[in-house]
């Protein structure tokens, strides 16, 4: 091209070399015998074509993807700015395509849960709020505050059946115990008042004192689609942290303290309610 069709030649425009280059391929380079294969490439061209796969009707996806932690409040940074997401997305690890314009976030499925173009560049490196992200968010439930005591009272008022729960709970978690019985308040909120119950009482029964029971109970026997669950509003540090003991299965060598005492009236029933 450049040896026969640039060199010596001069274009008003590039729309001007556009048709000029066209005119050359045409009435030139496609109709005369290929220096390399020795064939004439229109011909070539013809003889190809039917063993050709068609182009699709959208262009191929062309970008960068890369993995993010998204916060508690659903915000991720994406080339220097931040930008809210929807809130369901909070509190997990998203997928982000980067496009040459645009960006994508896919949810747990791979799903595309929200697209947008890159801010201008007035607004770079301030954050992005799109208020509809937060829609569906609801205030955290109100869990007692003050002295465990208060905990255990409002818990027991609110659920009087519970009592031996919140006993054995008190007696084999120690001093974990009040983040048990946070998890076990939230599990209500989450699970309905109705649900929760059905499932506690019969944990209670078989003396197994410990939120995860239950939790994996109700995660089993009554799960929840990802667009019903409940979204709560970001938690804070302290509130991160007892999510994060609440996940922790309790080693104490108190709970093998009855096998020094074979008189033991507090002996636990090893059968699991699963």
């Not at 590039?14 to 220096?35: I, M, S, T, Y």
Request: proline fraction near 6%; include cysteine; charged fraction near 30%.
């Amino acid at each position: 091209m450049e040896r026969d069709f640039l060199r010596g030649s001069e274009f008003d425009s590039l729309e001007d070399l556009n048709h000029k280059v066209r005119l050359w391929l045409d009435n030139v380079a496609n109709c005369r015998v290929h220096g390399t294969t020795r064939r004439v490439p229109d011909e070539a061209w013809q003889e190809e074509k039917p063993f050709l796969i068609a182009l699709p009707d959208s262009p191929y996806p062309a970008c960068d993807e890369e993995l993010r932690k998204v916060g508690p409040d659903a915000v991720i940074s994406v080339k220097g700015t931040r930008y809210t997401i929807p809130a369901k997305l909070a509190h997990s690890t998203a997928t982000v395509r980067l496009f040459s314009d645009h960006f994508e976030v896919l949810d747990q499925r791979r799903q595309v849960a929200f697209s947008r173009k890159y801010a201008p560049d007035a607004d770079k490196g301030k954050l992005i709020i799109d208020t509809t992200h937060y829609q569906n968010v609801r205030p955290r439930s109100a869990i007692p505050g003050g002295s465990v005591a208060a905990l255990e009272d409002a818990f027991c008022t609110r659920f009087p059946a519970l009592e031996a729960l919140v006993l054995g709970i008190k007696k084999r978690m120690k001093g974990l115990a009040h983040i048990h019985l946070r998890t076990l308040w939230r599990l209500a909120d989450r699970y309905g008042d109705e649900n929760f119950l059905k499932v506690a009482e019969r944990v209670q029964d078989f003396h197994r004192f410990d939120a995860q029971a239950v939790k994996r109970i109700l995660e089993r026997d009554s799960p929840l689609p990802d667009e019903h669950l409940p979204l709560h509003s970001p938690l804070t540090a302290a509130a991160r942290v007892i999510a994060s003991l609440s996940d922790v299965d309790s080693g104490s060598l108190d709970d093998y303290a009855h096998l020094d005492n074979p008189n033991s009236d507090d002996e636990e029933d090893d059968n699991d309610p699963q």
